[in-house]
């Protein structure tokens, strides 16, 4: 059978039983902020497990796409080495909501194994938990498996949970066993290749409280799980997942791409390693991931390298994981139809992802090379003569850089392949690992993920110095978290505790920011801060009941304002939280007495909230832009919020066009004008907000109540802010900037409001100074032109010179003619001038060649204008017709034009007989 009729004779089956078929969910859970990737087909029917909420049906059967690449789950490691490990796969489920059991799902799991697909019953086994006696008596009395392979086991091996508490209960799994000694119970849950799981029966029965005592739960589920790609396998009798025809179509695409055969069990590694990775990738940003450097997108990331480094092994150096998107749709589009329809979206992304990491990939490999040899020179006796040994499988280049860095060693070149089985006992010192500096500097300099380097390690036979690795990634995520300390550090403030305070009640400060400004309140808490070494000076710092000051959070920058005491204002200058108390810095330059008790007005600067509050809003509006213009890969990456301008990080893979700009400024803009009033739901629960549809994303932390901003159905996201309260108040928001900050992550800067208007006025003046400057230009450009001009001019009236050298003569009149180079006319007409003046008794013909044209000038010098009754608007008209032209003019100077360049020296030739015809 083909994968295509074993999947669809699974959901036919369970037809057959009254299930509905249901879609997979995606791969990117997004209403799951707890879930990195969909890793089981229960995922979907969380709510239902959870008692939280339900479905129209109460039997349901999918395939559904997983992803398993961290946790418990982290099958990454094995990939490719084995013949069943994936990061993707398809998981074939049945369930039952409350409905039918044990006997129903043990029944029909061996009809459709024996019956249906009819495997071998011999070589069938099955595992209940140790204690379930029902589910051991059901396997004898509702199928005819042999009694012996029924086995019992465990909670390791028979007993699912979701989590530390919750739904939870046993499992029966059912093995098949492909060996010869298929009668041997030891092979069961022992991690014999030739003997593996196919199905997993789970009965949640129990609901586990925070004591960790089991309750019986009044519904009882059920929830099944068989791996697609294996009983693939198993029906096609193939020994490798990689030999079905899930894989088939696309190891042939790497074959065709690298031009090497799948046969060495050297290329088979890389080529089952690439195509793994590249149904992973496809899937993943099919439904809305991208590459990244955080959460999910990281390991997109790490995946993607992964891929494009054993693509090394096969000689594959330009980017071509995304030329294997389009085997993947031609082969699995139809069963899910988003992989086709985002095809060309995800093709861009990976070849994007691709030619970035190219442009390190080679310099990171040479890099690791050399400290891969380091390392083992380090490692190795310096008393013996050195036999390479090929366990560690270095390349004949990589031996020669070993060769040339080990000094005082005598090395036996004779067979560098030679293989010495006493080599690691005799001249290694122990294990050989790459020390953890070189570890990090191909992490953050190459972008080399630690468990690539891991691998080209363990290719090699070494090891890496993982947890060195770690403490010094550790290490420089504090120097970022010092950098980043709060700004109370400019006042050697530091406040960890409240213990220094004098404080009056322990309440917590309630926050009145979202609904006023002003705010009258009691302080409850009071500390005085001097300045180090005894400077005078220092600050004040308040606690008070209540505040209508916000606290940075989430982007959003501190408010500021005043605490105004009887009459007096005092400036707030900063604000922080402790222990869910604001603590608010005063500039007390005056040294009003305060104490704990006293009440006074806590006053926000309103002009600089308003502003705040609208690029805040604008933020939530751009966000929704992107995602509509660009995609729903698209979230927020980081932010700044404050009064004069926002900053918006977001994921995204490539830069952003300027025509997309305008689309999404165009949109947000758009949506503004509707007046969209605010519907701001406060501390409301977290399935209630997730109900709504509200935006949230992996990573990020929600508590049991949290608060959802909602401007119509255009905008609907968790945040804490301060916002407008209707859409029209921001004005117009416009991009001022898009840059990029990271790989895969671009920023926006954008201006709202009062911004606006600096923008337009800031630009207005650009305008007007650029005026100014154009006009200096201009001038100077004029000056410069007329120097340059003069200065051609001047070189050209050097060809008078050579003019005036060569008379011809004609009863007594001497005639000055020639071909001369100009620019214009005007040139042309001043060395008519500059010849004139420089004769006398004479006359003068230049010819030149302008735009493909004849110009030609001919001047009288006064005497024979009086004296012979010569005309230089006769002449030149005359020598016109000669090139098929005409013209004319005064008797001292004349011009004319003519089309026959060619005929040029034809006229020359014939202008001692011009003038002698008006003599």
């Excluded at 707030?572 to 006074?600: I, Y």
């Excluded at 009236?797 to 005036?804: C, F, M, P, Y």
């Amino acid at each position: 059978m083909t994968s295509r009729e074993i999947r669809q004779q699974f959901l036919d089956f369970f037809k057959s039983k009254n299930h509905r078929i249901v879609p997979s969910s995606p791969v990117v859970p997004f209403d799951d902020p707890t879930l990195l990737f969909t890793n089981a087909g229960m995922n979907q029917f969380k709510d239902v497990f959870l008692g939280t909420g339900t479905r129209e049906y109460t039997r349901a059967a999918d395939t559904q796409k997983c992803i398993r690449v961290s946790g418990k789950h982290n099958d990454l490691e094995e990939v490719g080495y084995d013949t069943y490990h994936h990061t993707f796969f398809e998981m074939l489920g049945n369930w039952s909501f409350g409905d039918y059991y044990k006997a129903e799902a043990i029944e029909w799991g061996w009809e459709l194994l024996t019956k249906v697909w009819k495997l071998p019953k011999e070589r069938l086994w099955a595992t209940v938990f140790r204690t379930d006696n029902e589910a051991f008596e059901l396997w004898k009395t509702k199928t005819d498996i042999n009694p012996e392979h029924i086995l019992r086991f465990d909670e390791k091996d028979n007993f699912w949970e979701m989590g530390e508490t919750g739904p939870c209960g046993p499992c029966s799994e059912i093995h098949i066993n492909l060996s010869d000694d298929f009668n041997n119970p030891k092979f069961v849950n022992a991690g014999v290749p030739e003997c593996m799981e196919i199905w997993n029966l789970v009965f949640i029965q129990y609901n586990r409280d925070e004591k960790g005592k089991l309750h019986e739960l009044p519904a009882k589920h059920v929830d099944t799980g068989m791996g697609f790609e294996r009983v693939c396998a198993i029906l096609q009798k193939k020994n490798s997942n990689y030999d079905t025809d899930v894989f088939t179509h696309l190891i042939n695409g790497i074959v065709k791409l690298s031009n090497i055969k799948y046969a060495a069990e050297e290329d088979k590694i890389p080529m089952r390693v690439i195509a793994d990775h590249a149904r992973a990738l496809t899937f993943a940003i099919a439904d809305g991931a991208v590459p990244g450097n955080e959460g999910r997108g990281y390991v997109l990331r790490r995946i993607l390298r992964r891929a494009a480094r054993y693509g090394r092994k096969l000689n594959l150096h330009k980017p071509f994981i995304y030329e294997l998107v389009d085997v993947l749709v031609k082969t699995m589009g139809d069963v899910f139809p988003e992989i086709k329809e985002k095809q060309a979206f995800v093709e861009k992304v990976i070849k994007a992802e691709e030619e970035s990491f190219n442009a390190t990939l080679d310099r990171g490999i040479e890099e690791f090379n050399q400290s891969a040899a380091t390392s083992l020179v380090n490692a190795i006796s310096r008393d013996t003569v050195f036999t390479p040994f090929a366990t560690y499988r270095f390349e004949q280049q990589d031996w020669e850089i070993i060769i040339n860095q080990m000094n005082g060693v005598t090395i036996d070149k004779t067979n560098l392949k030679e293989i010495d089985k006493e080599f690691l006992n005799k001249y290694v010192k122990g294990s050989v690992i790459i020390p953890k500096e070189d570890v990090f500097k191909l992490h953050d300099t190459y972008g080399f993920p630690v468990d690539l380097t891991n691998v080209m390690a363990r290719e090699k036979g070494f090891f890496i110095d993982e947890d060195g690795f770690n403490k010094l990634m550790e290490e420089q995520r504090q120097k970022g978290r010092e950098a980043a300390k709060d700004k109370f550090t400019s006042v050697n403030i530091v406040l960890n505790d409240l213990s220094s305070f004098e404080i009056s009640d322990s309440a917590r400060t309630e926050f009145t920011g979202y609904e006023e400004l002003k705010s009258e309140a009691k302080i409850i808490g009071y500390k005085r801060e001097n300045l180090p070494d005894g400077k005078a000076g220092g600050n004040d710092l308040v606690i008070l009941n209540k505040t209508p000051f916000y606290v940075e959070a989430g982007g959003q920058i501190d408010d500021l304002g005043y605490l105004i005491l009887e009459t007096t204002p005092l400036n707030v200058v900063d604000v922080t939280k402790v222990d869910n108390k604001t603590v608010h810095v005063l500039e007390n330059e005056k040294n009003k007495p305060l104490a704990a008790g006293k009440k006074v007005l806590a006053q926000v600067d309103e002009k600089r909230r308003w502003d705040i509050m609208r690029n805040h809003t604008a933020t939530h509006f751009l966000h929704a832009a992107l995602r509509n213009i660009l995609g729903t890969h698209v979230h927020q990456a980081g932010s700044y919020v404050g009064p004069d301008r926002l900053r918006f990080d977001f994921t995204h893979f490539s830069k952003v066009e300027e025509t997309q700009l305008k689309e999404i400024e165009s949109l947000v803009n758009e949506e503004l004008r509707k007046n969209y009033e605010l519907q701001h739901h406060r501390n409301i629960p977290f399935d209630e907000a997730k109900k709504m549809g509200a935006l949230m994303f992996f990573g990020d932390k929600y508590g049991d109540k949290v608060n959802v901003v909602q401007f119509g159905e255009f905008t609907k996201e968790f945040c804490g802010g301060t916002h407008v309260k209707n859409s029209s108040q921001i004005g117009l928001l416009k991009i001022i900037s898009e840059s990029s900050t990271a790989s895969g992550v671009r920023r926006i800067e954008a201006v709202t409001g009062s911004g606006v208007e600096r923008f337009i006025e800031s630009q207005f003046e650009h305008l007007r100074s650029s005026d100014e400057k154009i006009a200096e230009l201009l001038d100077e450009k004029k000056k410069l032109e007329k120097a340059l001009s003069g200065w051609k001019l001047e070189e050209k009236k050097e060809q008078i010179s050579t003019v005036l050298k060569n008379p011809k003569e004609v009863n007594g009149i001497k005639i000055y003619k020639a071909q001369v180079s100009a620019e214009n006319n005007d040139e042309i007409k001043s060395l008519g001038d500059e010849l004139r003046e420089k004769t006398k008794g004479s006359v003068g013909v230049l010819f030149s060649v302008l735009d493909n044209k004849v110009v030609i000038v001919c001047v009288v010098t006064d005497d024979l204008i009086k004296e012979r009754k010569l005309s230089a608007g006769k002449i030149v008209g005359e020598l016109a017709k000669l090139v098929d032209g005409g013209g004319g003019g005064r008797p001292h100077l004349a011009t004319a034009g003519g089309k026959d360049v060619s005929k040029i020296p034809l006229a020359l030739s014939e202008v001692e007989k011009v003038v002698s015809k008006f003599l």
